[in-house]
Each structure stands twice: as structure tokens, then as C-alpha cells.
């Protein structure tokens, strides 16, 4: 099971949050799930960005899923997207559901800070 953070990942939380996500990493987790996110800040960035160099420096590959395009946009205004692992496009794995267009687009309901 994926490693997800809490439902907000802000100053507030940061340093909670990277310890946790740390802990997964060291565990041996290599995917973090961020469909329970609600809310985001410049924090998140930088907890990220932790979060894949204890990864690289452990020879795992990280990998993002579910993503939403707050932090995504964070981080390109930070211009550090290329840093950061690459979504883990899923879609391969899934089933599709009948009538379901939004099924494979990019969470946009995210307010941040």
C-alpha cells in the first residue's frame, strides 16, 4: 500500500510529514499517493523534494501518484518539476468505468495557502 500523506501538507505540518514520509522511504516504500491531499503550500515543495533525495540516496525510485495540479504547479513555479520523480501513470492497471470521462484527469480542487 502506497504511503500517503496527511490531508494538508503546509508549514504547519511539514516537518511531521517528511518524518513520516521518511520513515516509508526507509522502509522500503517507493510510491507516495496523494489523492487524499486537500490543501498545499510552498512547504510541500520542499518535503517532496527531501523526500526524493532520501530515495535516491537508498537507490529507490520513487514514484508520485495522484498528484494534483496545485502542487505540480508549485513546483514548476519553483522550477524544480524535473527534480521530482515522474507521476506513475496507473492507468494501465485500471479498469475503466462505464461513463466515467473524468476517470483519468488531474485533480484541480485543491486550494492552497
Known amino acids: 500500500m502506497p504511503f500517503q500523506p ?3 501538507l503546509t508549514v504547519d505540518n511539514a516537518r511531521s510529514m517528511l518524518a513520516a514520509g521518511l520513515q ?3 522502509g522500503g516504500q517507493h510510491v507516495i499517493d ?3 491531499l486537500t490543501a498545499v503550500d510552498s512547504a510541500a515543495v520542499a518535503v517532496l523534494l527531501a523526500w526524493q533525495r532520501a530515495a535516491s540516496n537508498k537507490t529507490i525510485e520513487l514514484s508520485f501518484i495522484n498528484m494534483p495540479d496545485m ?3 508549485l513546483a514548476d513555479l519553483y522550477g ?3 527534480l521530482l520523480p ?3 501513470d496507473l492507468s494501465r ?3 475503466p468505468v462505464a461513463g466515467d470521462a473524468l476517470a483519468n ?5 485543491l486550494p492552497h495557502h
Request: hydrophobic share 45%.
Open 86 to 88: 515522474a507521476q506513475l
Open 24 to 26: 516509508a522511504i526507509d
Open 34 to 36: 496523494f489523492s487524499g
Open 93 to 95: 492497471f485500471l479498469q
Open 71 to 73: 502542487l505540480q504547479n
Open 6 to 8: 496527511a490531508p494538508t
Open 105 to 109: 484527469t488531474a485533480r484541480r480542487d
Open 80 to 82: 524544480v518539476v524535473s
